[in-house]
């Protein structure tokens, strides 16, 4: 079994102020991890994703996220916020294999104020 | 490529009337995804096909909702009859091999059931 925990379904950060999203996930065996990002009326799109390797894995935009075995996290972070971050984010993780389904959070609002 | 294709991009209906959304996933991927995104209930998971064979279905809703993937450029969604409940935007995605690559998410079709 696994799933995914986003904490915080809005976050408001500052123009320039560090963006932090926060996802925690369950699984039985090894995780492939994925933060998608969804602007207004678009469909999904991948921001980055860990498989296997470096544990710090950068991704388009300027966003970056860290694989924590140990706190079962996946937290994205973005050092300077920018208007255009302004979108929902989804954390997602799934595993190896072509039966495996891909489970989704709950979504991240991020709203950026000027 | 052109992405994954869906069509209609807006559908309005009449409740108990039959509805159809269409998907091509991008060529070579043999993964094809069904979602559905609601504000109350987030993006939910509705079918998946391996290789054009249903793999699970777990989360469609009803009997009202079906699924087929005739061949590996094709598939549909079907909701007959449909119901005011079952507006929604509807996502396709689709993936190459396993569950180390990215899903690949189409525009969305937006159902609107009066």
């Known amino acids: 079994a696994q799933s995914v925990t986003q904490l915080g379904s809005h976050v408001s950060v500052s123009e320039g102020a560090l963006v932090l999203l926060r996802c925690n996930y369950s699984s039985s065996v090894p995780p492939y991890l994925f933060w998608y990002v969804q602007y207004p009326n678009q469909g999904l799109q991948l921001l980055l994703k860990?498989?296997?390797?470096?544990?710090l894995v950068k991704g388009i935009n300027g966003f970056e996220a860290e694989f924590k075995k140990s706190e079962t996290s996946f937290h994205l972070t973005k050092p300077s916020a920018h208007m255009s971050d302004a979108a929902e984010y989804f954390c997602a993780v799934t595993h190896s294999g072509g039966y495996q389904k891909v489970t989704f959070g709950t979504g991240t609002k991020l709203q950026v104020i000027p | 490529d052109a992405g994954v294709i869906q069509s209609p991009r807006h559908e309005v209906t009449e409740m108990g009337q039959e509805v159809t959304l269409r998907c091509k996933p991008i060529?070579?991927?043999?993964?094809l995804f069904w979602y559905r995104q609601t504000m109350m209930r987030g993006l939910e998971l509705l079918i998946y096909?391996?290789?054009?064979?249903?793999?699970?279905d777990s989360g469609m809703p009803e009997d009202r909702f079906s699924a087929k993937m005739p061949n590996a450029s094709f598939s549909t969604l079907k909701i007959q009859p449909s119901e005011p409940r079952d507006s929604a935007v509807y996502f396709c995605?689709?993936?190459?091999?396993?569950?180390?690559?990215?899903?690949?998410f189409g525009p969305g079709t937006r159902l609107t059931v009066t």
């Open positions: 860990y498989t296997t390797g470096a544990t």
């Open positions: 995605a689709s993936r190459y091999r396993d569950g180390i690559y990215e899903q690949y």
């Open positions: 060529s070579g991927h043999n993964s």
């Open positions: 096909f391996n290789n054009n064979v249903p793999i699970d």
